[in-house]
């Protein structure tokens, strides 16, 4: 999907002019034994999931020939371009993931399915193209659902996995079905393409499918300019139009999502989240992820209220897909999910200072819930559990008090990414503000902070070492409201080499912001503004290397 806001460059109006360049294929061995965790946020709740194993370590520094700007542990292509992630599935042992990918950047537009392979959802390995684009007369391939046809429903044979993808010709975006029999290594085209013929609407695209338990039925959610509309179907082919959601001053929604949580984990107390790609301009953000809470009845999608909520509240977290475990008994499948994003702006996509590809990359792997609290229930995002494998050891930060305009510098490990977790608290409410600095060379920082006063964590890189030189979007401060539990914050912030993730007060703020600098051993100071400020419970870890493998033709499948 390519953002039609307000804030894109005509370059980026349409997804088929969006995309991406060809160049040299990297290879990297991949040392790291791979391992499954269960799917339980890092709340200290979850236990290991369904046959996990340890890794052994890996190396905490980038091997010396990437290139400067390619992240530690963040999911990117060898080359050429990438953006909107698809949901993965689970099939014969692997996590299935796709994301849309241009190896004619910048001189030819159009994108296709690129696929990769992990067991942990932290180490993973590329397969090539899945689904070619300009393949079968109806444009390149855009943002879909790939599932697993359990029961043939389709009539391909039971465990089929079927993509049903936005195609765009000549400006006309359709719906087509592509079937894999070979476990989602290779997609043909359906013979009867499109199952959906545009019935004469600029945007309609983005089509989410998933299996509808309740109604014994496939259900798909589609991006239909201001409107979410709801179709049902029995095989995948023939699809009835339901009912639609419309929205207001948000722009052009793209990339839907439908999906049930049971709040606080209860499976006696479940709620339907619909969630959107959307341009907040009107409102003061950014293009971003909203969601709605409500009930879902087979055909219908009814919120409880008017309001939208933002699943992050930085610059760089859009197309966001979510998914849950099946090896997990129902239960625990509905207590959470894994949650995924673009970490991008179409406001300035293809100006990131990358060499071997453009695009950006993927945000970390995380895990979603929903929680009650404040007599309303809403969504909250930790990193995923199985990030803690990459995790060295904790350096622990003495308890400090900082006087207004005292700075403290903090030793961090020698690594190219890490993890530093810290509570905040202020003496006067009214008046404290503690500031994060993170070096990004030449005298150059990105700032993480919360404002005692205000009750917003924020981040902002208008001072990092490539700002000066890029569009005033990327400049933009970015906030997002968290109140202090008894007086205090928790920051969960992660750290890599072109990029920060802040989780704030146990999950109930992300922010999630590209930014780029020097890489290696990345200096950090912490600066108490306006009051005095106490920071406890503080530690930064480092994060070891997660490369992702790079095969060649013959040695896909594995």
Known sequence: MISDSQTSPPAFRRRSLVIITVGAIITLALLAAVFALAPRGDDGRGAPSPSATSAPPTAF???????????AIHFTPAENWMNDPQKPFFLDGLWHYYYLYNADHPDGNGTAWYHSTSSDLIHWKDQGVAIDKYANGLGDIWTGTAV?????????????VIALVTQQTDGVQRQSL?????????????????????????????????WDEASTQWVMALAEHDRIGFY????????TYRSDFITTDLGVLECPDLFPLAVDGDPEDVRWVLAAGANGTAEGMTTG????IGDWDGERFTADGTDHRWLDHGSDYYAAVTWDDPRLPEDERLSERYGIGWMNNWAYA???????WQGGSDSIVRSIRLVSGDGRVALRSTPAAELRALEGDPQPIDDMRLDPGSVVDIAT?????????????????SAGEVRLKIDTGGGRFATVGYDFDAGVAFVTRDADAVAAGMPEEYR???????????????????????SIEVFAGDGEAALTTATFGTTGRRGLQIEAVRGPVAVTAASVTPLRVAPVERISPDQRGG
Not at 61 to 71: A, F, G, H, I, Q
């Open 413 to 429: 490990p020698t690594a190219d990414a890490y993890r530093l977790r810290l509570e905040v608290s202020a003496g006067d409410a």
């Open 289 to 292: 992820t909203v969601y709605w």
């Open 350 to 356: 293809a100006s990131f200072p990358t060499e071997d």
């Open 178 to 210: 592509f079937v894999s029999r070979d476990g989602g290594y290779d997609f043909e085209s359906y013979e009867g393409n499109p199952v959906m013929d545009n019935p004469g609407v600029a945007d309609w695209r983005d089509p989410r499918v998933f």
């Open 148 to 160: 697993v046809d359990h029961d043939d429903t389709a009539g391909f044979g039971a465990g089929a």
């Open 61 to 71: 520094e980038r091997p010396s020939d990437w290139e400067p700007n390619r992240p």
């Open 476 to 498: 933009e401060v970015r906030t997002a409201p968290v109140s202090a539990s008894a007086g205090r914050v928790r920051l969960d912030v992660l750290v890599d080499v072109a």
């Open 232 to 239: 049902t179907s029995p095989d995948l082919k023939k699809w």
